[in-house]
Structures are given as structure tokens and as C-alpha cells.
């Protein structure tokens, strides 16, 4: 039998983690299990997840009725090729995703994560142009400050301080507008959209689309900012014929307090995404919604098909995870809990406000955000995770939490506490 400390040689020594290095990884915790807000290491270590492993396990890792839905499916078909054949989970999860959505966004595109999604958004777009004659509409207009995933065309819309320098190559050449100034609690200041209606207008003919996180950047900025940006930008994508891309991977399924964080302007895109929350963070699975204009245009002129065909498109575990998710939430009150965190989150963040590091709090829905004036170090990080029993993952200078729905209020206050410690530290 290998050891916890064998198993954890083999990992540095064969393994590749997320944005690592392979000569000084950040410290790795083996786990287990998981089971609701909690994570079970191998030694016995009992962590609470504040990040939602991720964002996505919105009622808690492991729910019985997911594990149920995905156990009864593996029994049946786990898996057929989407092309020439279509099964009852993809189906019931179409069904259950548009009937959450409005009413224009009902053709439904399966893959198999937030960057393929964005991927397949992005080529329906150009696609979509292409098919009304608009042959110079190849470009993308997007605001600095975004994350959209790590695939090519994903990143080239994401935030360019980041990874462009090093792939400038490849990245094609898009339009960037300065972030969305007017934060999400200050008052509407119509001047903070002019630089998007001055990019817009001056290079409308070249833009197929424009392509934003609704309400809350996320990785590459944890920012909230006004709906009225949403709106303005809405009426100003119609009138140029530019589609309206919104990329709903993290807000989607309750994050920002909302279904969608779309519904906090009440604009409806010619294009959303979704993944993450979608399976309730089971499975991998994402999807790309095109409303029935977008659809019809692509399948109106030759070639007349939509060019992308995942391999896994619509796996059927990830199909079942997906609506067992769907239906947890009708069955217990997650707005009443988001909006209940979110309160909770405000005041004891405030408390974290004097610190000497700490630069700024905020919070919107099951999202609380500390961002410090300096980067915590992993080690400080793990020691204080170990220590506290909150397993918590700062980008930079973000520290935040993300805590599934059912988290309890004790539960808040000790993640609470945990970011104390951790914006304490030096
Ligand atoms: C996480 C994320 C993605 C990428 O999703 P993956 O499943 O990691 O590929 C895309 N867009 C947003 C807004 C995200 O938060």
C-alpha cells in the first residue's frame, strides 16, 4: 500500500497541476472524499470548501440525488457519439435549461467545458455573420478585466495584462474597452460606457460580436459592476447588427444571487454560455444557448451546418448529473440562502476593511472578495488552511470565497475568519 506521502511524490513527480510549476508546485492536499461543504483528506483532514472546488459545486460536493442520477445512468449508456443518435438526458436537460432561461435562447450546444463553450460562442458568432454576407465582421470587441477561459480563441477575449504577451502569435487581434468603471453598489454614471459606444461605432463594420462576463468578472478581475452597463450595451450591439455574447460560465446557477446574473439588467444575449454549476459541479459539461435567430441564420446558407462536434458532446452522465441539479433547485430555498450569505459576507468582510492589507472588500451573492495590497505565499496559504480547516485558493492578491449554497452561517464565519488570517499574515 503507497502511503499519503508515496502518493505525493508521485504526483510531483509525474503530474502537471493547474497554472504549476513542475520545479516548485504549490503544495498538494490528496483527498478523499467529499460529502456537502466538506472535503475529506486521505490523513483525516476535514477541510470546508470555500471555493466551491471551483466555482461549480453549488449545493455541496456529493449530493445524494446527483450521485443517484449519475449511478442509474452509468447502469444504462454511458456514453454514444451526439451525431445520428440523441438520449433522454440531453434531452430533459435542454428542456429544463431553456425553460430557465427567456424564451428567445432555445437552441442548446453541448461540450464539455467553459472554454469550449466560449469557443463554440465565438465561431457561432462568425458564423453567423459570415451567413448574412457581413464578411468583414472577423473581430471581437470585449472589455479589459475579463476571463473567458484558457483555449486559444478563449483567451485572446480574455484580459491581455495576463497571457497575451507570451502567445501573441496566435491570439488574433480584438478590441478591448476599458473595464466597466461604475461599480455594482455605486450609482450609474452614463459617461462610464462612452469608450464601448466610441469602440463600437468607430469599428462596428469589423465586429462580429461582443463577448463579456455579466455583472461579476470573474478570474481576471473578481470585480462587480454596474447592470446598466449591460443594458447600454445591449441597445448598442442591436442597432450595429453585433451579436451579444454573454458568458455566464461562473454567474450561471445562482452565483451572483440571481438565476443569472443577465436577469439583474434584464437583457436577454444572442448568445450565452454556461458550465461550471451546470452538472452542480459533479461532471464536466458545458453549453452554448443560441437564440432561434442565431440558429436559423447559420442553417439558412451553405454550408448550413454549425462546424463543431465534441467527441463527449452531451455525455449522458454528465446529461443526468445536470438535470438532477437543475432540479435541486427547485427543492430547496437557494435564493433565500444566497441572499443570506451575501449578507453575512458584507458584514463580517467589513470587519476585514482596517486591515493594514487589505486594499478592498466587497460581495455579491455567494461571492465574498478581500483584495489585499500584497500576495499571500502558498506556504502561508496551506499553513493557514491546515491550521483553520477552510480550504481556501487566493489568486494574486484576490482573496475570496465562493462557498456552495447550502453553506451554514457558522460555516461563513469560520471562512471568514480563515481570510483574516490569511490577510493578517505580514
Ligand atoms: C471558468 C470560466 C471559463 C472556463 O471554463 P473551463 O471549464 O475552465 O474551461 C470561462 N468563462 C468564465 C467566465 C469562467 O469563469
Known sequence: MLTTKDLLAL?????????????T??????????????????????????????????????????????????????QIM??????????HLAELLTAALPPRLNKVFFSDSGSVSVECALKMALQYQYARGERTRNRFATVRGGYHGDTIGAMSVSDPEGMHQMFEGVLGRHFFAPRPAVRFTEAWDPAAFEPMETL????????????????????????????????????????????????????????????????????????????KGLTGGAITLAATVASEEVADAISAVPPGKFMHGPTFMANPLACAAGCASLELFNQYDWAGNVAAIEAQLRRELETLRPLENVADVRALGAVGVVELKRTPTPETVQEIVLQTGVWLRPFGNWLYTMPPFITTPAEITTIVNAMREIASRH
Not at 471555493?51 to 446527483?66: D, F, L, R
Not at 451526439?82 to 434531452?91: C, D, E, L, M, N
Not at 481576471?220 to 442597432?239: D, G, S
Request: include cysteine; charge should be neutral.
Open 11 to 23: 504526483d510531483r513527480k509525474l503530474l502537471w497541476h493547474p497554472y504549476a510549476s513542475t520545479r
Open 82 to 91: 451526439f451525431a445520428g443518435f440523441t438520449h433522454k438526458p440531453a434531452i
Open 25 to 78: 508546485p504549490y503544495p498538494a492536499n490528496l483527498a478523499a472524499s467529499a460529502s456537502g461543504t466538506r472535503i475529506h483528506l486521505a490523513d483525516g483532514t476535514e477541510l470546508i470548501d470555500a471555493v466551491s472546488s471551483w466555482w461549480c459545486v453549488c449545493h455541496g460536493h456529493n449530493h445524494p440525488a446527483i450521485v443517484e442520477a449519475v449511478r442509474r445512468q452509468a447502469e444504462k449508456l454511458m
Open 200 to 275: 463600437l461605432e468607430r469599428h462596428g463594420n469589423e465586429i462580429a460580436a461582443v463577448i463579456l462576463e455579466p455583472v461579476f468578472q470573474g478570474a481576471n478581475a473578481m470585480n462587480f459592476y454596474h447592470p446598466e452597463y449591460l443594458r447600454m450595451l445591449r441597445e448598442a450591439t442591436r442597432e450595429r447588427g453585433i451579436l451579444l455574447i454573454l458568458d455566464e460560465v461562473a454567474t450561471g446557477f445562482g452565483r451572483t444571487g440571481k438565476f443569472f446574473a443577465m436577469h439583474y439588467a434584464n437583457i436577454t444575449p444572442d448568445i450565452l454560455c454556461v458550465g
